[in-house]
């Protein structure tokens, strides 16, 4: 096993871990009841993805599928979940924190100057830590949950980035996948902290949760890797039906096709529309991304359309032509086996000319 693989997927998952921890920490500050340390446990099942990955895999990644990515997504959902119901019991105005920091702050002072010179160093850095920690929990906690959901986020993608990649995928593909993951976190997260934060929202638990469901169902695009990577197919029976040709040919398109219209802008659209339509919650923001998945899901739709149109056009053209349809699952594979046709006609029309050009040849000699 490599030392670069091996470190990689071991920091990654550590970044995981530590992350989960402090969404958990927040929780049980917040409801101030130890019973939630439980929710610790679910970084057992990625220390146990871990140990499988590096005796099985080498550390590499899997085909399709992330299941660190997966199993992060576990661990840190629930805490974000129960941060956002808890949302807004904390008073969090400009003053009052001022003044908690502050006096968190001559707090540090105080025990670094009595430390500093009667007691040894390891108490010192005991009663820094410990200041420390109570001058993080002077931040309100509407502060805190914004700033998980946004570390979370960033770590889905920079950790995506960190993980050791397998034989199935390429650098070229897994940069394509990043690009797409840094648009989709953005949308993700201005999605919930847009309607979470309007007030007529705070105050309807059922639509608190219809908002965290949809949110979290946005959230299961990232452990997959469809996106990017064609599904491979055996040119057989079942492949030759028109629908098999269609996902073999333009599987990565319509995955992405998909997860547009089913996991993010479609389900975005409907909530923001009920929003409007049903509670009738009104602002310059809310109508404009609602627009915004509104054009994006009819582009979406076109691009299936033209998708379909010049798929059915190659299959007329091929079906015209007498030419066995077969599946194009690999791009490249297929361009290969074009080129290398073709130089093989390229050396048959060298070796044994046309009997035009042989004749021409003979009159002339």
């Given at each position: 096993m490599e030392l670069m693989v091996l470190l990689n997927a071991l920091v990654t998952r550590l970044l995981f871990v530590l992350h989960s921890l402090i969404g958990v920490w927040r929780v049980t500050a917040v409801k101030k009841e130890p019973k939630y340390w439980l929710l610790?446990?679910?970084?057992?099942?990625?220390?146990?993805?871990?140990?499988?990955?590096?005796?099985?895999?080498?550390?590499?990644?899997?085909?399709?599928?992330?299941?660190?990515?997966?199993?992060?997504?576990?661990?840190?959902?629930?805490?974000?979940?129960?941060?956002?119901?808890?949302?807004?019991?904390?008073?969090?105005g400009n003053e009052p924190g001022a003044v908690q920091v502050n006096v968190s702050n001559q707090d540090f002072n105080q025990s670094r100057d009595s430390s500093h010179g009667s007691e040894g160093t390891d108490h010192h850095i005991i009663q820094t830590a410990k200041v420390f920690v109570n001058q993080l929990s002077t931040i309100c906690e509407t502060v805190w949950t914004l700033a998980l959901h946004q570390t979370f986020l960033l770590l889905?993608?920079?950790?995506?980035?960190?993980?050791?990649?397998?034989?199935?995928?390429?650098?070229?593909?897994?940069s394509q996948l990043l690009l797409m993951f840094v648009g989709t976190a953005a949308d993700i997260l201005e999605f919930a902290s847009e309607t979470l934060d309007i007030e007529d929202v705070r105050k309807n638990y059922a639509l608190?949760?219809?908002?965290?469901?949809?949110?979290?169902?946005?959230?299961?695009?990232?452990?997959?890797?469809?996106?990017?990577?064609?599904?491979?197919?055996?040119?057989?029976?079942?492949?030759?039906?028109?629908?098999?040709?269609?996902?073999?040919?333009?599987?990565?398109?319509?995955?992405?096709?998909?997860?547009?219209?089913?996991?993010?802008?479609?389900?975005?659209?409907?909530?923001?529309?009920?929003?409007?339509?049903?509670?009738?919650?009104?602002?310059?923001?809310?109508?404009?991304?609602?627009?915004?998945?509104?054009?994006?899901?009819?582009?979406?739709?076109?691009?299936?359309?033209?998708?379909?149109?010049?798929?059915?056009?190659?299959?007329?053209?091929?079906?015209r032509k007498g030419e066995v349809s077969c599946c194009p699952c690999e791009p490249y594979e297929a361009s290969t086996h074009a080129t290398t046709d073709q130089d093989t006609e390229m050396k048959d029309i060298v070796a044994f000319p046309p009997k035009e050009e042989s004749q021409a040849l003979s009159e002339d000699q």
């Open positions: 610790a446990l679910l970084n057992l099942l990625l220390c146990l993805e871990a140990g499988l990955t590096l005796k099985f895999k080498q550390g590499r990644g899997y085909k399709w599928f992330s299941p660190a990515i997966f199993l992060y997504l576990i661990c840190t959902v629930p805490s974000l979940w129960l941060l956002e119901i808890h949302h807004g019991t904390q008073y969090c889905l993608v920079v950790g995506r980035w960190l993980l050791p990649i397998g034989l199935e995928i390429t650098r070229d593909q897994l608190i949760n219809a908002i965290l469901a949809v949110w979290t169902w946005s959230m299961l695009q990232f452990p997959l890797d469809l996106a990017v990577q064609h599904i491979g197919c055996k040119p057989s029976a079942s492949t030759r039906r028109i629908p098999s040709l269609l996902l073999c040919r333009y599987s990565a398109e319509l995955w992405n096709i998909g997860v547009s219209l089913f996991i993010q802008d479609g389900p975005f659209f409907i909530v923001r529309s009920i929003l409007m339509g049903h509670f009738r919650i009104f602002n310059q923001m809310l109508v404009f991304f609602t627009a915004k998945n509104i054009l994006v899901v009819t582009l979406q739709l076109y691009r299936l359309a033209v998708i379909t149109l010049d798929f059915r056009a190659t299959i007329l053209q091929k079906s």
